[in-house]
């Protein structure tokens, strides 16, 4: 029989529960990593490539998110960095070198924190910029599928992937090859790390609000831009992070 809505509403589901149950310590430890970060004037920083930007969309600069976060992307190269738009590609993200130009284009400050995003969590730019920002002392937060990295062969150099550099990684639960109800003919459809990604960028961002509030810090929160005073609470709370976060395209 055909795969239905109903089947993959079940599968995202359970898996979802799962993820939450299991990935609760390390959401917890990622809290408190973001917290200590912020307690000392640093900036999230958010990496993804691919369908994993769906992440660093997730945890920068969206209502309800914290302030001080910033995307980095792929497109940096050219929207920052001056690149031709001719790098761009499905493979650039196979490439290490870029990830040091990613780096150098980020305004990065020594008490900065990181959230790397990878669902195989062995290309050649995540693996090499985790080692990057691992070698500058900032703290590491990584969200992979353990399933999928560990059936893998790394395609970076040092034959290392993702999860090997960071201080937390948590498993977003995805299977290999991601999606997640077979198909009669062979192959698979219902892709599932961007929804349980999204779960867990939320989960660690509602932990971190939690440890400031409870130390009687006024967390610096986005409001949406579509409400009644969104856009002067927003900026009033971006201009603490002036030239330090980026909310571009």
């Given amino acids: 029989m055909a795969p239905t809505a109903e089947d ?6 359970a898996t979802m529960h799962r993820v939450a149950a299991s990935q609760r310590e390390a959401v917890g430890r990622a809290a408190d ?3 200590e970060a912020l ?33 980095i ?9 001056g690149a031709s738009p ?4 499905p493979r650039l993200e196979r490439d290490p070198s870029v990830a040091h130009r990613l780096y150098d284009l980020a305004p990065i400050r020594p008490p900065d924190v990181f ?19 691992r070698d500058k002392g900032h703290g590491l937060i990584a969200i992979t599928s ?11 150099p040092s034959g290392r992937r993702l999860a090997d550099f960071a201080d937390v990684v948590l498993d977003n639960g995805a299977p290999y090859g991601d999606a997640t109800l077979p198909l009669p003919g062979g192959g698979a459809i219902g892709a599932i790390s961007s929804i349980t990604a999204a779960l867990l960028a939320q989960q660690i961002t509602v932990e971190v609000v939690a440890r400031l509030l409870a130390a009687g810090e006024r967390p610096p ?19 603490r992070y002036a030239g330090r976060i980026r909310r571009g395209a």
Avoid: W
């Avoid at 993959?8 to 589901?13: G, I, N, Q, S, W």
């Avoid at 353990?146 to 062969?153: V, Y």
């Fill in 221 to 239: 929160v986005y409001l949406s831009a579509n409400i009644a005073g969104g856009d002067a609470h927003n900026d009033a709370l971006e201009a």
């Fill in 146 to 156: 353990a399933e999928h990295s560990g059936r893998m062969e790394s395609r970076h």
């Fill in 86 to 89: 001719d790098v761009l590609g």
């Fill in 115 to 133: 959230v790397l995003a990878s669902n195989s969590g062995v290309n050649g730019a995540m693996v090499e910029f985790a080692a990057l920002v």
């Fill in 8 to 13: 993959y509403l079940a599968v995202v589901t």
């Fill in 73 to 81: 992307a792929l497109r940096d190269l050219v929207l920052v960095g």
């Fill in 39 to 71: 307690r000392a004037d640093g900036v999230v920083h958010a990496f993804g490539t691919g369908h994993s930007e769906a992440l660093a969309m997730e945890i920068a600069g969206r209502a309800g998110g914290l302030v001080p976060t910033n995307r």
């Fill in 33 to 35: 990593l973001i917290a």
